[in-house]
């Protein structure tokens, strides 16, 4: 009974050396690839022994230059966003090449990278878009522009009544190419408040996918940390 106690205890110390083993190999791949060593590193060190030192194999960590961060309009903060989902696939192609992890690992990275390049597209679309947009000539701010002209220009100028005429009174003088030419003022200033309209709408729906993107990537980010967790 002694001796199979005593073979008994042999075999689960293998076991457990074998486990720690396997928890040490697991831990320093975590600190390769997260840079910090976990704190279960501590339960496979001997009595005395030090931390073992460990190098990156692979680079995922990037950095945003500071004039984009310093800008806060809405082009911007897509620039922002764009270069941000570039240094993803950066990260996701370096990832996507690495063919020390097994054949699962590397099917679920490759389909991470797809995901990533769609995204930073659309968002490249996105941007180029925003910019076509904000180049078109802002048809209401020339207008209060002139009218402020016309204000400052006519502010020393005092208005003086007149006697009403009657309609009638007069013969209407115009040329027939003069009453052309109003009516064409007439219909430039009508196309150019319907033009309007859809631009609005056009900077209004930019708005929304600005914020949706702002949401999937906060997804994606989320999903990315679990991942480098796990």
């Known amino acids: 009974l002694y001796q199979e106690l005593k073979k008994r205890k042999n075999i689960l110390e293998e076991k457990l050396l074998a486990k720690l083993d396997e928890l040490r190999e697991v831990c320093i791949q975590e600190a390769e690839i997260?840079?910090?060593?976990?704190?279960?590193?501590?339960?496979?060190?001997?009595?005395?022994?030090?931390?073992?030192?460990?190098?990156?194999r692979i680079g995922t960590a990037f950095s945003l230059s500071d004039d984009v961060l310093k800008k806060n309009d809405r082009i911007s903060m897509l620039e922002t966003d764009v270069e941000l989902h570039r240094k993803i696939v950066a990260a996701a192609e370096r990832l996507a090449k690495d063919k020390s992890a097994n054949k699962s690992v590397r099917k679920k990275r490759q389909k991470d990278l797809v995901a990533a390049t769609q995204k930073l597209r659309g968002l490249e679309i996105g941007l180029h878009q925003l910019r076509l947009s904000t180049s078109k000539p802002d048809v209401s701010e020339t207008k209060q522009t002139w009218s402020n002209i016309l204000n400052r220009n006519g502010s020393n100028m005092v208005a003086k009544s007149c006697p009403a005429t009657p309609r009638g009174s007069f013969p209407d003088l115009s040329t027939d190419n003069e009453k052309c030419d109003i009516d064409d003022e007439k219909d430039t200033d009508y196309r150019q408040n319907n033009?309007?309209?859809?631009?609005?709408?056009?900077?209004?729906l930019l708005n929304a996918l600005s914020l949706l993107n702002h949401?999937?990537?906060?997804?994606?980010?989320?999903i990315l940390f679990i991942y480098i967790l796990v």
């Open 34 to 56: 997260t840079g910090e060593m976990p704190r279960e590193i501590y339960k496979t060190l001997m009595p005395g022994e030090g931390e073992p030192k460990v190098k990156r």
């Open 215 to 222: 949401f999937i990537f906060l997804i994606f980010c989320f």
């Open 195 to 204: 033009n309007i309209r859809p631009y609005r709408f056009t900077l209004i």
